[in-house]
């Protein structure tokens, strides 16, 4: 459905007042997060499911804040996605038709692979200069969470952006993290060599881009150094969701490798999906590869059983199980799944960050 369309059946669907409230936030993100001159701005989301539309009423927002702007916006909903489908043919025609603009992405589980544009969404967005945020996962929220959501969105970028590139100089110029917990993660990870990236929401370069919320720092190991337990007391993401954990998932690692899983039923959800990950991949081999630690900075995320928002939680951290080759690692999967626990102990070569 393109503008005029998704229009009318948002208000069909008793979702327009929803967006209307949205974009009153959002109105301030796409300045400070984007800074938006006179171009053009693409925006694509999906119909959701009932009870859980999050997708379209946030890219509507996004729309009716672009027009208060005074934008030359376009508003496009599909089907909803999961991994291994396909964008709609229109959305790929508005993509490539596109020349050097934004573009917002409002997914209830992923945006779709983009066909001939290419392998890679941010290969994509980079070739052509665009700018870009994004919010996948929105499936797990349940419409009611809309306001949660635009909390984590609405901060104050400046203030949280210094204390993001503060952290990444740490992660810059340390050799190993070790982190523990009350719950019993302890965790050497090591990082000589490895630069931090810092998801803090400015994304005003010609292409760049990144998530909304934004809200941690994180890092990729230095190959398979990475060794001991962690115990997943928050979230932890598997191919199909998000889990809210109620019994922790305790992890085994050795040499950067996942060897052991235990725990309830989270657990076993967790093993089923790294299981099925393997059974469908070309090198299974990494399929339970830890590829990366993040710290959550965000101080008005919450955890609530949405990867876009828990792994940005202030007082969390998590580690990423699979593929990093897009943000700059070596480990190539079929899989990213990240993994939250809560009140990190963390030391950067023997001395304690302080947030």
């Known amino acids: 459905m393109e503008t005029v369309e998704t229009l009318q059946w948002m208000r069909d669907a008793n979702l327009y007042p929803l967006a209307e409230h949205c974009s009153l936030i959002l109105r301030k993100v796409l300045p400070a997060c984007l800074n938006v001159q006179n171009e053009k701005v693409l925006i694509v989301g999906d119909t959701g499911a009932e009870g859980r539309q999050l997708a379209p009423i946030l890219a509507t927002g996004y729309?009716?804040?672009?027009?208060?702007?005074?934008?030359?916006?376009?508003?496009?909903?599909?089907?909803?996605?999961?991994?291994?489908d396909e964008a709609e043919a229109d959305v790929q025609q508005q993509l490539a038709e596109l020349r050097q603009g934004v573009i917002l992405l409002s997914m209830s589980d992923k945006l779709g692979s983009i066909g001939e544009l290419g392998k890679s969404f941010r290969k994509f967005i980079k070739k052509n200069n665009h700018r870009?945020?994004?919010?996948?996962?929105?499936?797990?929220?349940?419409?009611?969470d809309t306001q949660y959501f635009l909390s984590a969105i609405d901060v104050s970028y400046k203030p949280m952006q210094a204390q993001h590139e503060s952290?990444?100089?740490?992660?810059?110029?340390?050799?190993?993290?070790?982190?523990t917990t009350p719950a019993g993660t302890d965790l050497h990870y090591s990082i000589e060599g490895i630069s931090g990236i810092s998801a803090d929401g400015n994304y005003t370069q010609p292409g760049t881009g990144g998530n909304l919320?934004?809200?941690?720092?994180?890092?990729?190991?230095?190959?398979?150094?990475?060794?001991?337990?962690?115990?997943?007391?928050?979230?932890?993401?598997t191919h199909e969701r998000t889990i809210l954990v109620r019994k922790p998932i305790t992890l085994k690692i050795e040499k950067g490798n996942i060897t052991e899983i235990s725990g309830g039923k989270e657990s076993k959800e967790l093993e089923k999906a790294l299981e099925w990950?393997?059974?469908?991949?070309?090198?299974?081999?990494?399929?339970?590869?830890?590829?990366?630690?993040?710290i959550g900075l965000n101080p008005k995320a919450q955890i609530m059983g949405a990867m876009i928002i828990d792994d940005k939680t202030l007082g969390t951290a998590h580690i990423g199980i699979g593929s990093n080759y897009w943000f700059g690692?070596?480990?190539?999967?079929?899989?990213?799944?990240?993994q939250v626990f809560r009140n990190p102990t963390i030391f950067f070569d023997g001395k304690k960050l302080e947030l």
């Open 213 to 237: 919320p934004a809200g941690e720092v994180y890092a990729s190991p230095n190959g398979a150094k990475v060794e001991g337990t962690v115990v997943i007391d928050g979230s932890a993401r």
């Open 277 to 294: 990950a393997a059974s469908q991949a070309k090198n299974p081999g990494s399929i339970r590869r830890v590829c990366e630690f993040g």
């Open 63 to 84: 729309y009716l804040a672009a027009k208060g702007l005074k934008l030359d916006a376009k508003l496009i909903l599909q089907g909803v996605k999961a991994k291994g």
């Open 132 to 144: 870009f945020v994004s919010a996948m996962g929105l499936g797990d929220l349940r419409t009611e």
């Open 329 to 338: 690692g070596s480990i190539y999967a079929l899989i990213h799944l990240d």
């Open 167 to 179: 952290l990444r100089k740490m992660f810059d110029e340390s050799k190993e993290i070790h982190v």
